[in-house]
Every structure is written in C-alpha cells, then in structure tokens.
C-alpha cells in the first residue's frame, strides 16, 4: 500500500476523470479510452469501496476553449470533500491550460484530496508533490501549444501550394490526382451556371432568390454526415445564394483561410466563436487561375461589388423606414 493513501483517503470516494480530445480520437483511438475507464478497477485494488467514473468530455478539448462539464463536475465533487482521489492515466487528462490545471490541485490541497496517474500518486499539500504537478501542467500546456503550432504550419503550407483538401462547395469535386475539377453531373453543373446567368440578368440576390423559389428549382448543397460529404437537393434558401455568388472557388481561385476565430471573456472564462469573415486581403491563400471555373475572376469582382451595394441601399432603406416610424 502506497503511504501517501491513508484511511482518510479511502474512506471517502475515489473519481477516474476520462477524457479524449476530440470525436475522431473516441471513434478511433480505443485502446486508449479503454485503459481509462480500466483505472475504476486500479482504484478498487487500493482500497477505494466508492468509486465513480466521469466521462462527460469525452471528445472535449482541455485547452480551456471549450464547455467541458465532465470537469466542472470533478471540481465540484472535489469542493465537497467527498473525494479522496482523483485517478487519471495520465495528468494532462485532467486540463491543458494553467488556469484549470492550478484550480483543480488547489482545491485537492484544501481538502487534502491526492492525484494519481501512471507515473505516482502525488499529495498537493507536499512541496515535492505540488512542484511536480506544477511542472506536469506546466509542460501539458507547452505541449498543446507546440504540437498545435507545428499542425498549423504544415497545413499552410500545403494550403499554399494549393494542395491541401477541405470540403468544397457544390459543383466541384477532387478528382484521384488530388486536383479540383468541375462536377462530371451535368445536372449540377448546370444549376450553378444558371444561378450566376440569372444574377446577371436579375442583378440581385434576393431576386435570384425569389426566381429560384418561384420556378421550384432544387438547390445543389454540400452537406456533412457519418459517411462524409454528400450533394443533396434543397428548396433554395437565401443564404445558399449568398454563399454560392461571394465564394471565389466559382471563379477558379483556390483559397483558404476566408475566416477566423475570435475568443472573448464571458464569465471569466474564454469562449471561442469560428466562421467570421475576413476581407479578401487577409485570406491566408489565394491563387487564381488554379481550376476550371464557371465565371471568370473579372466577373467575380463584378459580383462582390454588386453585391455591396445592394447591401448598402437595403441598409439605407431600413434606417430610412426606422426614421418614418419614429416619427408616426
């Protein structure tokens, strides 16, 4: 019996904290969830009659972005004083950042709960202990950081060769080169020809919009699911308009990198939003020129700009309606 886990200890419960980072690490990396949930048994053979598993952040980032309830349920269980063992595989399960990471083993020091992985058990309230906890969490979070500053740098640089995949937007598809070609069905091809011939003659999108909606024309969308992307069949909506005439890969541009992140403080803790657009000249690639397109680049920037100025009378013509009303 190791010295550190005393009668006090056992006599309260022990928690086995599992967590993975993300779903394609649940779906494939098994073995790994299965050593996890294992350590409920490890906990029995020390002498713990209670023990609990958490796994509500199973395929939840611990970088301290994202929601991660299994974590505030360990915090709160260690609050208590109910828990006498925080059981994990290894450390860096249990947070990535500084700021969890120190709360969770200042807690465990007040209530004089202990810390055990593979490597030891560890006793918060011992210098040596809380230094070596310190340094674990401490080169948790410097891992995080490097192996995700090595993952970006790699992944621009192949965007910038044009060769990196990511999901393209109806009437394109790679083919077994890796390069982007026009969709071979004819059929949807021809819808995507249609709705830039018509924003031509209509110039605007509402009205292409409106057209589509009035003659019952199937939208061609991109979408997501267990098995992949797939082309469906949609009634057209607005917003589909919108996303097929500003996307520049119409116009045979490879580009990545159109938006970004933005994280902001709410409730002391940092949440992080994606999809927010940035202007052309922010992009992070941009090569013209790279595919077959169904417009030509002059008459991309035709588009954009008719676009904007489209949005600009609707807002004039919104702040003039707002002033009609406040003076009824």
Known sequence: MNPKIT???????AVVYVR????????????????QYALAESARALGFAVVSTIDEDLGRSGSGTADRPGF????????????????????????????????????????GAL?????????????????????K??????????????????????????????????????NELGQIEIDPDERV??????????????????QVFLWARQAGMPWPVMQ?????QGLAWQPPAYHNVILMLRHPM????YVFGRTTQRVRLVGGRARKTEGHQKPMAGWNVLLRDHHAGYIGWEEFEQNQRMLGENAHMQKRRRASRREAAGRC
Request: hydrophobic share 40%; with cysteine.
């Open 7 to 13: 009668s006090e200890h056992l006599c309260r419960a």
């Open 20 to 35: 993975q980072s993300t779903m394609g690490q649940v779906l494939e990396h098994t073995e790994s969830r299965r050593r």
């Open 72 to 111: 505030q349920k360990l915090v709160a269980g260690v609050c208590s004083g109910e828990i006498g063992a925080v059981f994990c595989i290894e450390a860096s399960r249990l947070a990535r950042n500084g700021r969890d990471w120190h709360h969770l083993i200042d807690l465990c020091a007040l209530v």
């Open 115 to 135: 810390v055990i992985d593979a490597d030891g058990t560890y006793d918060p309230r011992l210098m040596n202990d809380r230094l070596l906890l310190g340094l």
């Open 137 to 174: 969490g401490t080169m948790s979070e410097y891992e995080l950081g490097l192996l995700r500053q090595r993952g970006l740098a790699a992944r621009d640089s192949k965007a910038k060769r044009g060769e990196l995949r990511f999901a393209l937007p109806a009437g394109y598809c790679w």
């Open 189 to 206: 091809g021809n819808a995507v020809r249609l709705v830039f011939r018509k924003f031509r003659e209509l110039g605007s999108a509402r």
């Open 224 to 228: 997501s699911g267990s098995r992949g």
């Open 250 to 253: 119409y116009a045979g541009a």
